[in-house]
């Protein structure tokens, strides 16, 4: 499988406990993007990576989550102590600028399905 | 701030009828913008952008930079069509890409 691929695909937990997922991105793009997505919403954008360097971090990304991608490649999103509210999907993409057109198309992951109890 | 906004939450349209999904957006520059398309138990795809000018699976979508609209339109819905569609705008300067809240789009058969 060549896409972006996402683990894991669910998660339930209790509040107050850490969670990370993982993602891998298509390997020749240098984009990497997480978003969130809750019942009746639209993707929100939560930050994303140029290679390895974090470029952009939304509010909705509280000191609690934190987000890596050491080497520019797989990328990480950790949340701390998590709280009810935390409960949603958590989507992962990867893109790179289309050489011909310059037009920048994101390509999702399955998403991870975060339940807190 | 950019912003894209999808009046509609749910539209029911019958098979062989003509569909329009509504799209708005607030951006200060040039924007680019996108239809994303999640069917059933599928990931969310890209449909068709804007600076492609094409069709795909008979939809198009015509930027409107005076009403600041990027509607996407289909002649003729099949049953295949029923599916969440998000509209999207990336901003050049960040690339980043903001959705609208979607559209769930229902073909009556």
């Known amino acids: 499988d060549t896409g972006v691929s996402q683990n894991p695909r669910h998660k339930i937990t209790k509040r107050g406990q850490n969670v990370t997922f993982r993602c891998d991105p298509i390997?020749?793009?240098?984009?990497l993007y997480w978003y969130r997505q809750t019942l009746g919403q639209g993707p929100e954008f939560l930050t994303y990576?140029?290679?390895?360097?974090?470029?952009?971090k939304s509010r909705l990304l509280s000191d609690r989550f934190s987000a890596e991608r050491p080497k520019g490649s797989f990328s990480t999103l950790e949340i701390q102590r998590t709280e009810q509210g935390d409960s949603a999907m958590y989507l992962c993409?990867?893109?790179?600028?289309?050489?011909?057109?310059?037009?920048?198309?994101?390509?999702f992951g399955a998403g991870s399905r975060l339940t807190v109890l | 701030a950019q912003r894209v906004t999808q009046p509609e939450k749910l539209l029911s349209v019958f098979k062989g009828a003509p569909v329009e999904l509504k799209c708005n957006y607030s951006?200060?520059?040039?924007?680019?913008l996108f239809w994303y398309v999640q069917y059933s138990r599928q990931r969310l795809q890209l449909l068709l952008r804007?600076?492609s000018r094409e069709s795909i699976k008979g939809f198009t979508a015509d930027l409107n930079k005076g009403e600041t609209s990027f509607h996407l339109k289909k002649p003729f819905a099949q049953e295949e069509d029923s599916a969440m569609y998000y509209c999207?705008?990336?901003?050049?300067?960040?690339?980043?890409?903001?959705f609208g809240t979607g559209t769930r789009l229902t073909i009556i058969p």
């Open positions: 993409a990867s893109s790179a600028r289309h050489l011909a057109t310059g037009a920048n198309v994101l390509t």
């Open positions: 951006y200060s520059g040039s924007p680019e």
């Open positions: 390997s020749e793009h240098n984009r």
């Open positions: 804007h600076i």
């Open positions: 990576f140029q290679n390895e360097a974090q470029l952009e």
């Open positions: 999207a705008l990336c901003d050049f300067g960040n690339e980043k890409l903001t």
